[in-house]
């Protein structure tokens, strides 16, 4: 059974800096693709970022790009998201996603097609 499980999530202020990280368990890191969607207070999960199999493919949601960067590393079993000058309508829970694929180019950006989910860490950003 796949376990994932996400840290880096704090407090920071406007145009901050913070790494998530996802840890991913139980099953070969290698043949998921990642995922990082976000919830804020009363609203639906979000895409936020993705990544294939093939590290060299990846998505971003418009609100982010240029500021986020998603990566993964075979060596530590873990997706991470980077994100710079963060702002505001940043702040969320941000969830980790897994799914398998044979595709080494896949890409997801619906929730529906992740069967793996973390528990969600909470980012607020303060003006």
């Known amino acids: 059974q796949v376990q994932l499980v996400e840290s880096g999530g704090g407090q920071v202020q406007a145009g901050g800096s913070l790494t998530l990280s996802c840890e991913l368990s139980?099953?070969?890191?290698?043949?998921?693709?990642m995922g990082w969607f976000r919830q804020a207070p009363g609203k639906e999960r979000a895409f936020v970022a993705a990544?294939?199999?093939?590290?060299?493919?990846?998505a971003y949601a418009d609100s982010v790009k240029g500021r986020f960067t998603i990566s993964r590393s075979v060596t530590k079993n873990a997706s991470f998201l980077i994100m710079n000058n963060l702002k505001p309508e940043d702040t969320a829970v941000y969830y980790c996603?897994?799914?398998?694929?044979?595709?080494?180019?896949?890409?997801?950006?619906?929730?529906?097609?992740?069967?793996?989910w973390g528990p969600g860490t909470q980012v607020t950003v303060s003006s």
């Open positions: 996603a897994a799914e398998q694929s044979f595709y080494r180019t896949a890409i997801y950006r619906n929730a529906g097609e992740y069967d793996y």
């Open positions: 139980g099953r070969t890191f290698s043949l998921y693709v």
């Open positions: 990544i294939a199999t093939n590290e060299d493919y990846s």
